[in-house]
């Protein structure tokens, strides 16, 4: 694992399932977490919604709440308030599953 990724305020998450392919995140990827701090622009993030879920999706923040896109375009754009949601942190990179890079030739890669 890059040493860039490896600092205080990061962790990481084990992906499940194949639903984000489309981002070249498959099922066993590793996914790089730095702790959410303030930011409006868009990213993909980890949230917890209305205390139960957590989600991979690309967000949008603003004072009156978050819009979370999926990676499905068929899917409508789905707007949380500030209550319904926390961002627990932005997707800083990615470690492959060695499996899923038989599929895929995706490396490491660092947002």
Excluded at 23 to 31: A, E, H, T
Excluded at 57 to 67: A, H, N, T
Excluded at 81 to 104: F, T
Aim: proline residues 5%; glycine residues 4%; hydrophobic residues 40%.
């Amino acid at each position: 694992m890059a040493p860039s990724v490896t600092r205080r305020n990061t962790y990481a998450l084990k992906v499940r399932g194949n639903a984000l392919c489309d981002c070249n995140l498959f099922d066993g990827d590793v996914i790089i977490i730095r702790r959410y701090q303030h930011d409006t622009q868009t990213e993909t993030a980890v949230a917890e919604i209305n205390q139960q879920t957590i989600a991979l999706r690309q967000l949008s923040i603003s004072r009156f709440g978050v819009e979370l896109w999926p990676e499905d375009a068929l899917q409508p754009a789905l707007f949380l308030h500030n209550r319904d949601i926390q961002v627990l942190g932005m997707v800083m990179g990615v470690e492959p599953h060695p499996r899923a890079c038989l599929k895929s030739k995706h490396t490491f890669t660092e947002h």
